[in-house]
């Protein structure tokens, strides 16, 4: 784990520690191999986006985030994602497949040692492609890999695991993890989150605020739940929108992530506007909610997950189209 995790190490030839015959057993029995990375864009503040193809020909995407005391990667548990969120860019693309733990940890390995970065990861959230509660075992499996000692050493506080609200998970995930969990809500009454959170349909506010609640009495060390919530124009950016997000709130330990809306080919959403961010954010701490609005990065690179893959799949589909069409008129 040390040679492969703390050092990147792949080759068994080259864990001196070993023994010859060891090594060469290791030889016969295993590799040791991250997925391929198929690109890489940098922002101009320095966002790095990572667009990485699975042996299967699946394309995931990760994403580095530099800040002042610390090195976040957005990591993917999915190739893309079943849940259909109406804001997404990788929930319009539907879902492939579950990512396996390696495909997982692989993504960390890659952000650590890939062209010999010269910062290591410090945080690791799980917002990138896919719901991670509906792929929990790999999910949970990867973590304990970034926990253990001989590998990442990352604490609870460093990763958050994010979801849009797979209920009867949540009820069961304190007995398994001590990480930091993170809601993915977006909309404060049903009817709104029915639409742009279909899963809401099958676990509605009521249910998911409860076991968010029962998550926290679980979990003693753990005193809040970040509350992630997209700001879209003219959808849920209203004051009364506010005033509905205090009030589901109201009882649960939580922090609120502010989060302007990022863009992408084929949707119809806008980012809101300024004043109308500021008066959202304002009204929440007025009312005592601990919201933090979160700086916009990556918009020169896609930065919103599935923006690449989505892109790609265009391409392909084009040229395919293309080709089709000179094979028709050449017939």
């Not at 993915?184 to 968010?212: F, G, M, T, W």
Request: one cysteine or more; a positive charge.
């Amino acid at each position: 784990m040390k040679w492969i995790h703390q050092r990147g190490v792949l080759n068994f030839m080259e864990m001196t520690d070993f023994s010859l015959e060891l090594r060469e057993q290791l030889n016969e029995l295993a590799i040791a191999e991250p997925p391929e990375v198929e690109d890489c864009l940098t922002s101009p503040e320095g966002t790095k986006k990572y667009l990485i193809k699975l042996d299967s020909g699946s394309m995931i995407e990760m994403v580095i985030i530099p800040e002042k005391k610390r090195l976040t990667l957005c990591i993917s548990s999915q190739a893309g994602c079943a849940l259909q969120c109406t804001f997404c860019a990788t929930g319009a693309q539907g879902f492939e497949r579950n990512l396996t733990p390696n495909e997982i940890i692989g993504q960390l390995w890659i952000a650590n040692f890939y062209q010999q970065p010269s910062q290591q990861i410090s945080n690791v959230v799980f917002m990138g492609m896919g719901e991670p509660l509906l792929n929990v075992i790999p999910v949970l499996s990867s973590i304990s890999i970034m926990q253990h000692q001989n590998a990442y050493g990352l604490s609870k506080r460093r990763i958050t695991l994010s979801t849009s609200g797979i209920v009867p998970e949540i009820k069961k995930l304190a007995s398994r993890t001590d990480v930091s969990l993170a809601i993915s809500l977006h909309a404060a009454n049903n009817k709104l989150r029915d639409e742009i959170v279909p899963i809401n349909k099958k676990y509605p506010l009521e249910q998911l605020i409860q076991s968010c609640k029962d998550y926290l009495i679980n979990q003693s060390k753990r005193k809040t739940i970040t509350i992630e919530y997209i700001l879209i124009d003219g959808v849920n950016d209203s004051l009364e929108h506010a005033k509905q997000l205090v009030a589901v709130l109201r009882g649960l330990s939580c922090k609120v992530n502010l989060i302007p809306f990022n863009p992408f080919d084929g949707c119809n959403y806008l980012r809101s506007k300024e004043k109308v961010i500021q008066d959202f954010k304002d009204h929440l701490i007025g009312k005592g909610l601990i919201t933090t609005l979160r700086i916009t990065r990556g918009d020169a690179i896609d930065g919103a997950c599935g923006q690449l893959v989505g892109k790609l799949t265009k391409s392909i589909k084009a040229k395919t189209s293309s080709k089709n069409i000179n094979i028709v008129n050449t017939s």
